[in-house]
């Protein structure tokens, strides 16, 4: 625990003394812990005795050790005032948690008490943001996996570059170009852990405690907790059936520092920004000499309509980071998402990429690399495209079966969840917890706003087979019954967002 530096101009004993007083005062060294006697701290770290006895006697002195005749030094069991009072005036947050007090640096990161997502073991009605793991290619995965490590297994054990491994940066950039409208080169994509990582490294180098960010509302609660988490100014920005309010944006904030959307797929309503409001985003991130960060997360699953390119392909001055994952199209496990950052930024993010310390194992990376090349993701996403449409279906007529009348569907035309908005009064947190206690899983609406919001459920059906569906909304009817019993028959309104 001590490590003493001989070329440097503070005397050893000076060292020794300040080392050992930070070892008590972090409570390395707890009370009462005996200390080794000099000689044999002399001979462990090479210096004289007499040096080691100096060191304890201003120790001594100041009143961190107890010399006990015979016995030898202890750590104080009273420490001096000091000592105390420079603990607790510290600039970091003090935090009982019962056992002792912890100092946390990151009191905006910690603060907040989310649980991590729930992703149930097997199949759950109705996990949000699922994908069906069951129905993955795993053969042609696990092929492809042998063939790799078989061959390349020794270049494919070390240390990754920033930006991930060029050949899925290739990959990743021609599946941009060509199906998302995004405009780019392999140099500007980064290979992230999720992209929620990518979130936490931009929102790292863009963003300054206090700074100005648009959030939409409601919103993804994974971009609110990456903005507080760096001690943003979090501007909650309503949304309306064309996407961001930009208008009202700027009412309530005209120089945003970066305004996270989702204009594929609002989440959660699931609207797409139109084609106007795109405009007049980018024009507004341009009089605010703003950021964009576009969230594209699952615009992979469309059933509907054509999908819009990209905001980042609209970009003429290069303000939008675009994101996307693996996580909704492969599988969650994998921890792989991308960003595709202006030119301007390449470089920062190179470096604060190397800081927070790569992500995805070269194997992984290699290995989807590959799945893309082959075909095997372009099969795999038509699959499930047409899976989803006919759970999805099945889910909005048993809903329409069996709770016509007290809900209205909110249908998008993309994604793998759908909202049920509950009417006036019924609690969607009680409605999810009733139903939570009979093993269905639901999101409520309210909780992705920030302030109150609207009452709903958020179903998510990608991972849930058509009898799951079924047994699941039984249950939901259920709840809603026991939360309004008597409560009068409406027709069921499909209202189609997007
Ligand atoms: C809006 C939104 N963005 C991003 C993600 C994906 O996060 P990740 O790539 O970290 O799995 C999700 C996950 O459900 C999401 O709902």
Same mark, same amino acid.
């Given at each position: 625990m001590i490590h003493l530096d001989?070329?440097?101009? /503070?005397?050893v004993r000076q060292q020794l003394y300040a080392r050992i007083r930070e070892l008590i005062v972090q409570g390395?060294?707890?009370?009462?812990t005996q200390l080794p006697s000099s000689r044999t701290l002399a001979v462990e770290l090479g210096v004289s005795r007499n040096t080691i006895v100096a060191a304890f006697d201003q120790l001594i002195a100041e009143g961190y050790l107890d010399a006990r005749v015979g016995a030898g030094s202890f750590v104080a069991v009273q420490l001096p005032d000091a000592l105390g009072k420079s603990v607790r005036a510290a600039p970091h947050i003090v935090r009982a948690t019962g056992r002792r007090e912890v100092r946390l640096a990151g009191e905006t990161l910690t603060r907040r008490n989310t649980s991590p997502p729930?992703?149930?073991v097997r199949p759950r009605a109705?996990?949000?943001? /699922?994908?069906? /793991?069951?129905?993955?290619?795993y053969a042609a995965w696990g092929k492809i996996v042998a063939k790799r490590w078989g061959r390349s297994a020794a270049s494919l054990s070390a240390y990754g570059a920033p930006g991930g491994l060029p050949a899925l940066r290739e990959v990743i950039a021609d599946y941009l170009v060509t199906s998302r409208g995004v405009r780019c080169?392999?140099?500007?994509v980064f290979v992230v852990g999720g992209s929620q990582q990518g979130l936490n490294l931009a929102v790292r180098v863009l963003l300054d405690r206090d700074d100005p960010a648009w959030m939409e509302n409601p919103g993804y609660h994974g971009a609110r907790e990456a903005f507080d988490a760096v001690g943003a100014r979090i501007v909650p920005v309503p949304v309306d059936a064309d996407g961001l309010d930009v208008q009202a944006g700027e009412a309530a904030?005209?120089?945003?520092?970066l305004i996270y959307a989702?204009?594929?797929?609002?989440?959660?309503?699931g609207m797409t920004m139109t084609m106007r409001r795109r405009a007049q985003l980018l024009a507004c991130a341009s009089n605010a000499d703003a950021w964009v960060f576009e969230d594209d997360?699952?615009?992979?699953?469309?059933?509907?309509g054509q999908p819009l390119p990209a905001l980042q392909g609209l970009d003429?001055?290069?303000r939008v980071i675009y994101a996307g994952t693996?996580?909704?199209?492969?599988?969650?496990?994998?921890r792989l998402g991308y960003l595709v950052v202006p030119p301007d930024l390449v470089e920062p993010f190179q470096r604060a990429h190397t800081v927070s310390g790569l992500d995805g194992s070269l194997l992984d990376q290699t290995v989807v690399a590959d799945f893309i090349r082959e075909g095997h993701f372009a099969r795999h996403i038509r699959r499930m495209r047409r899976l989803y449409a006919t759970r999805r279906e099945l889910l909005v007529e048993s809903l329409r079966r069996h709770l016509g009348g007290m809900i209205d569907v909110g249908l998008p035309?993309?994604?793998t969840h759908l909202v049920v908005y509950l009417r006036d009064g019924v609690s969607d947190v009680d409605a999810c917890r009733v139903a939570a206690a009979n093993g269905v899983v639901m999101t409520p609406l309210?909780?992705?706003?920030?302030g109150t919001g609207q009452s709903g459920l958020l179903l998510g059906y990608a991972s849930v087979r058509g009898p799951l569906i079924e047994r699941g909304v039984r249950q939901v009817a259920s709840a809603l019954r026991s939360l309004v019993p008597a409560s009068p028959v409406r027709p069921l309104d499909h209202r189609v967002a997007g």
């Open positions: 001989r070329g440097s101009s /503070v005397p390395n060294l707890g009370a009462d729930s992703l149930p109705f996990a949000l943001g /699922v994908p069906s /793991v069951d129905e993955f290619p080169n392999p140099s500007q904030e005209r120089h945003p520092r989702t204009p594929s797929h609002q989440f959660p309503l997360y699952d615009s992979e699953f469309r059933y509907s003429d001055e290069d693996f996580s909704k199209g492969l599988l969650p496990s994998l035309a993309s994604g309210s909780s992705a706003y920030i």
